[in-house]
């Protein structure tokens, strides 16, 4: 079974400094994908950034990217020029290419921004 | 606005009762999931589906139904809730071969007492 690892439960950040969270997954597949969502105190589920295991760039949304590094199995998030609006749960996620379009979540980072 | 929509938003259940938490989504999505979130748990799927008429289990299935009759509609039901299913449920959707991620409702915090 493919697992999702957050080793972080909580994380702070000076407003307009940059943080990276972490996540590791382990899978025995080779074609899946990764996302981050971010969740804040409003419940909402908001998508922040996805990856595709075949591509070697890392994505980048804005002032969000991600390390991708394939053999490590790691997947963290950077957030540049850190924002109030930036503090929330951080979710991250992993499914197969084909034949299955689950999620699976770990268990989540708490980021805090301080002013 | 599309979306995912979840009724009811908040619910109080007394241990033994049934009760059916409905998700519709106007996006045309093929694939329905419903999960739930634990404090420290991270989401878990409970059920999904895949098209209408068709559902699977996830990974918590035990204690919950659900039903697909409409393509636009997920409904998971609780015949007899127990205090181990208070929690907030997501419902989310997505499209078949398409890969951008869920939709997610905004939840339904469910307390049993």
């Known amino acids: 079974a493919q697992t999702v690892t957050q080793s972080q439960p909580e994380m702070s950040v000076q407003e307009a400094e940059t943080v990276t969270l972490s996540c590791t997954y382990d899978t025995s597949e080779s074609d899946y994908y990764l996302f981050w969502y971010k969740q804040p105190p409003s419940r909402q589920m908001i998508l922040v950034i996805r990856q595709e295991a075949y591509k070697q760039q890392n994505a980048t949304e804005n002032r969000f990217s991600v390390n991708f590094q394939k053999a490590a199995k790691s997947f963290s998030l950077k957030i540049s020029d850190s924002q109030l609006g930036d503090a929330a749960m951080y979710f991250c996620a992993y499914r197969i290419g084909a034949g299955s379009y689950q999620l699976t979540f770990g268990k989540g980072t708490k980021l805090s921004v301080i002013p | 606005n599309a979306g995912v929509t979840q009724t009811p938003k908040f619910r109080v259940l007394k241990t033994g009762q049934s009760m059916t938490l409905l998700c519709a989504q106007d996006?045309?999505?093929?694939?329905m999931y419903w999960y739930r979130q634990d404090p420290g748990m991270g989401l878990r799927l409970i059920h999904y589906s895949v098209g209408e008429g068709t559902t699977a289990k996830g990974e918590v299935p035990d204690g919950y139904n659900v039903s697909r009759l409409k393509k636009q509609n997920f409904l998971l039901g609780l015949e007899s809730a127990a205090p181990s299913q208070t929690s907030v449920y997501f419902c989310a959707s997505s499209y078949r071969g398409l890969d951008y991620g869920y939709t997610f409702g905004s939840g339904t915090r469910l307390t049993v007492v």
């Open positions: 996006m045309n999505h093929e694939y």
